[in-house]
């Protein structure tokens, strides 16, 4: 059952595996609170498998399109501060952005606040990236 389920779903933004590990879970669920004498097992598995599979197949869009709705808006951001940047000849602060872009001073800050989290880390992957590379030419011999 969690198989053909997961395969009916193959395809949709959600890897085969995990999605036949969610069916695995909501089957074992169904299994754990079926009450006998309740009737139609069978179709309460083939159900859960169901809900459980949609289930993550919805959240997995939703945070694709949030996501997607966060890049369009570091983008304008960006254009923003250059936008503010040349007509200034100074950075703009975080109330001229957001009165350009009629946003809230709240939310600028907070992209502007994940933007430089972004940068930290991306710059420190390719300070470690150098390291390694540092590493592999330096020579054997130390007194070299």
């Known amino acids: ?81 250059r936008l503010l940047s040349e007509r200034l000849g100074r950075q703009a602060t975080p109330a001229e952005l957001a009165k350009l872009l009629q946003w809230e001073e709240a939310r600028v800050n907070v992209i502007l606040e994940m933007l430089r989290g972004a940068k930290v880390v991306h710059d420190q992957e390719l300070l470690d990236y150098l390291d390694v590379l540092d590493d592999a030419n330096e020579p054997d011999d130390p007194e070299a």
Not at 38 to 61: E, K, N, P, S, Y
């Open 1 to 81: 059952l969690v198989v053909e389920a997961a395969q009916a779903r193959n395809g949709r933004g959600v890897p085969f595996g995990d999605l036949f590990q969610e069916g695995t879970i909501g089957l074992i669920s169904a299994v754990e609170h079926y009450i006998p004498g309740d009737g139609g097992f069978h179709a309460r598995l083939v159900h859960a498998i169901d809900v459980t599979m949609d289930d993550v197949l919805a959240q997995t869009q939703e945070a694709q399109r949030n996501d997607e709705a966060f890049i369009v808006a570091c983008r304008l951001l960006e254009s923003a501060q």
